[in-house]
């Protein structure tokens, strides 16, 4: 008797873990077949130019699906699907997402209701570097940039090397150049604070979708993040 039953222990284990791949396996093949729809619906109601990655965070994704709510929605816009110069992306997380299964099987979406998005739009340092033509370059140097560019003064023209902080006024991005030097040349000192003052730019974020709002800005290695977000925002045609 002892063997029969552990004979059927061990017979019903394997049932187990096989079932439980089964599972498993639906389970990736449906959130796989799920990011490609909501990759489709975020295109059309985001107005996007492109269809962007999307990852539906969490497991198990089934339990997601049959209540309709999606805890962790991950997208990642490239320049071209947002339609915006090289060197611009953006990162986002939509959080709370709310969308039937009824609806998702009819095909009738028509809205889709979020929580919370967050995330960060980045601006790469040759993208803003274009605003001052010529040579110039952008660097990340600690919580500012560092900005090298060779520039023509009252005559002087010479290579300059500066620091510059960067913040956010309303939907620009602002680089303020200070601290300026002339690597080996011997610049009047107003020369390098006016050439300073030419250099200060701003930066028009292009308008982001899903109502998204800039709420600050940092500098980065690869170029200058600015965090964004929106509150119980809704996606529709």
């Given amino acids: 008797m002892s063997r029969r039953r552990s004979g059927c222990l061990v017979a019903l284990l394997v049932l187990l873990v096989l079932v439980v791949g089964v599972l498993v396996v639906v389970d990736?093949?449906?959130?796989?077949?799920?990011?490609?729809?909501?990759?489709?619906?975020?295109?059309?109601?985001?107005?996007?130019?492109?269809?962007?990655?999307?990852?539906?965070?969490?497991?198990?994704?089934?339990?997601q699906a049959l209540a309709g709510n999606y805890e962790d929605v991950r997208i990642h816009l490239t320049a071209e699907e947002l339609g915006q110069p090289a060197g611009t992306r953006a990162d986002v997380s939509l959080?709370?997402?709310?969308?039937?299964?009824?609806?998702?099987?009819?095909?009738?979406?028509?809205?889709?209701?979020?929580?919370?998005?967050?995330?960060?739009?980045?601006?790469?340092?040759?993208?803003?570097?274009?605003?001052?033509?010529?040579?110039?370059?952008?660097?990340?140097d600690g919580d500012g940039i560092r900005l090298t560019k060779t520039v023509t003064v009252l005559g002087f023209d010479f290579p300059l090397t500066a620091a510059g902080t960067v913040t956010l006024d309303g939907h620009e991005v602002v680089?303020?150049?200070?601290?300026?030097?002339?690597?080996?040349?011997?610049?009047?000192?107003?020369?390098?604070?006016?050439?300073a003052d030419l250099l200060d730019f701003r930066y028009p974020v292009p308008a982001l979708p899903f109502g998204l709002q800039l709420t600050s800005v940092t500098p980065a290695a690869e170029g200058v993040d600015v965090a964004v977000e929106a509150t119980n925002t809704v996606l529709s045609g």
């Fill in 28 to 63: 990736r093949v449906g959130v796989g077949i799920a990011e490609d729809r909501v990759a489709e619906q975020v295109a059309a109601r985001g107005g996007l130019t492109g269809t962007p990655q999307v990852d539906i965070a969490g497991f198990p994704f089934l339990t």
């Fill in 175 to 195: 680089v303020d150049v200070h601290d300026a030097s002339a690597a080996g040349a011997d610049v009047p000192d107003f020369v390098l604070r006016q050439a």
């Fill in 95 to 140: 959080r709370g997402v709310h969308v039937p299964l009824s609806d998702v099987l009819s095909g009738s979406v028509q809205q889709i209701p979020v929580d919370r998005v967050d995330g960060t739009a980045t601006l790469s340092y040759a993208l803003l570097a274009e605003q001052l033509g010529g040579d110039t370059t952008l660097t990340a």
